[in-house]
C-alpha cells in the first residue's frame, strides 16, 4: 500500500540523520489526500446494494453510474454490528487495501437530530458516546481518513436546554481530542450546519467551545442543498471569525440547482460535483448519500430517514 511505503521510505530517511536532530518534537502528520490514490467507493452502499439486488430494473444502470459508483461518506450511528471498533477497522482497512481514502460520518451523539426528530436517537449518556467515539478514532489509527463529526450537532442549540448544551459541547471538544490523539493522519471536521442555519460568528464561537483547533476544520451543508458558492461563502465568514487557519469540507451530493429552502426530500433537487479536493475549501464531498431519505416527508412521506429510496435517487439523477 502507497502510503505504508511512504512512511517506510520517511522513517529510514529518519534514522539516518544525526541523532541530535531525532530528538526534535514530532513532524506534522501526513495529508491523508498525499498518502492515498483517490477516493474509495463503497461497494455495499446503500445505492450499490440496491442495484446489486434489482439488476433487470430499468433504473439500475442509472443509478449505478451517476451514484452508485460514486465514493459516498458511510455513516456510523450506533449499533453498529459487532461493535464500532471491528465496523470502522473494517472499512478503513478495505479502503486502505486499495489505497483508497474513506470518507467515514460519526452520527450518535445524544439527542441527535432534537431538532428535526426524524433520525432522533444516539448514544444513551454522555460516558457511553465518550466511550463510543474514543474507539471509533482509535480503529481508524494511523490509516488515512477523512471524518465529518456529528452533522447538525453544533446548529440545532435552540432545541436543547444549557445543561444538554454544555454537555455537547464537551463530548464534541472530547472527539475532537480523540482524533487528534488516536488517529494522526485524518482530516476529521466538526459540522457547522449550512448557510441559512447559524450566523458564522455564532458558529466560530461554538467551533472553538467544541474543540475545532485540535482538528482539520469543520464542515458545511451536511445533507443539504446550498449551493458550493454560497456554502463557500458560509464556510470562509466562518474561517474568518475563527481568526482564520482552519480548514472547511463542502457537502456537494445533492446541491445542483441549489436550495428552496425545504430541508426534508424536497422536490426539484439535484446531484451536485462528485469528490474531488476543492478550491478554496479542501474537499467537495458526497456526504449524504444521494437517494437516502430524510425522513417521511416531502416527497417521499412514506420513506424512513435512511432509506435508499431509487425513485428519490432517480428524481435527483433528473433534477425533478
Given at each position: 500500500m502507497r502510503w505504508n511505503a511512504l512512511l517506510r521510505t520517511a522513517l529510514i530517511g529518519l534514522l539516518a540523520l544525526p541523532l541530535p536532530l531525532m530528538t526534535a518534537g514530532p513532524a506534522a502528520a501526513a495529508s491523508p489526500i498525499s498518502?492515498?490514490?483517490?477516493?474509495?467507493?463503497?461497494?455495499?452502499?446503500?445505492?450499490?446494494?440496491?442495484?446489486?439486488?434489482?439488476?433487470?430494473?430499468?433504473?439500475?444502470?442509472r443509478i449505478q453510474s451517476s451514484i452508485a459508483s460514486q465514493a459516498i461518506a458511510r455513516w456510523y450511528t450506533g449499533g453498529e454490528s459487532?461493535?464500532?471498533?471491528?465496523?470502522?477497522?473494517?472499512y478503513v482497512g478495505a479502503a486502505d487495501s486499495h489505497d483508497r481514502l474513506p470518507v467515514l460520518v460519526a452520527y450518535n451523539i445524544p439527542l441527535r437530530d432534537?431538532?428535526?426528530?426524524h433520525s432522533s436517537g444516539g448514544a444513551a449518556s454522555v460516558a457511553a458516546y465518550r466511550t463510543w467515539i474514543s474507539t471509533f478514532a482509535a480503529a481508524v489509527g494511523d490509516r488515512p481518513a477523512v471524518v465529518v463529526i456529528e452533522p447538525d450537532a453544533l446548529s440545532d442549540f435552540s432545541c436543547l436546554t444549557s445543561a444538554q448544551i454544555t454537555d455537547r459541547l464537551a463530548m464534541l471538544a472530547y472527539a475532537a481530542q480523540m482524533f487528534q490523539q488516536k488517529a494522526p493522519n485524518t482530516w476529521a471536521y466538526l459540522d457547522a450546519g449550512h448557510t441559512n442555519w447559524v450566523a458564522p460568528a455564532t458558529m466560530a464561537s461554538r467551533?472553538?467551545?467544541?474543540?475545532?483547533?485540535?482538528v482539520r476544520g469543520f464542515s458545511v451543508n451536511v445533507s443539504n442543498f446550498y449551493t458550493t458558492g454560497s456554502s463557500e461563502t458560509y464556510g470562509n465568514s466562518i474561517n474568518s471569525a475563527l481568526g482564520g487557519g482552519s480548514h472547511f469540507a463542502v457537502d456537494t451530493s445533492r446541491n445542483g440547482n441549489g436550495s428552496n429552502g425545504?430541508?426534508?426530500?424536497?422536490?426539484?433537487?439535484?446531484?451536485?460535483?462528485?469528490?474531488?479536493?476543492?478550491?478554496?475549501?479542501?474537499?467537495?464531498?458526497?456526504?449524504?448519500?444521494?437517494?437516502?431519505?430524510?425522513?417521511?416527508?416531502?416527497?417521499?412521506?412514506?420513506?424512513p430517514a435512511g432509506q435508499f429510496s431509487p425513485a428519490?435517487?432517480?428524481?435527483?439523477i433528473d433534477g425533478t
Open positions: 498518502l492515498t490514490s483517490g477516493f474509495y467507493s463503497n461497494p455495499d452502499s446503500g445505492p450499490a446494494v440496491w442495484v446489486r439486488n434489482n439488476p433487470s430494473d430499468a433504473r439500475a444502470a459487532g461493535g464500532i471498533g471491528p465496523a470502522v477497522a473494517n432534537a431538532c428535526g426528530g467551533l472553538k467551545s467544541a474543540g475545532v483547533a485540535n425545504e430541508w426534508c426530500n424536497p422536490a426539484g433537487r439535484k446531484l451536485g460535483v462528485t469528490p474531488r479536493v476543492g478550491t478554496g475549501e479542501d474537499l467537495l464531498l458526497w456526504v449524504k448519500t444521494p437517494g437516502n431519505s430524510d425522513g417521511q416527508c416531502g416527497i417521499a412521506p412514506t420513506v428519490l435517487a432517480v428524481r435527483l
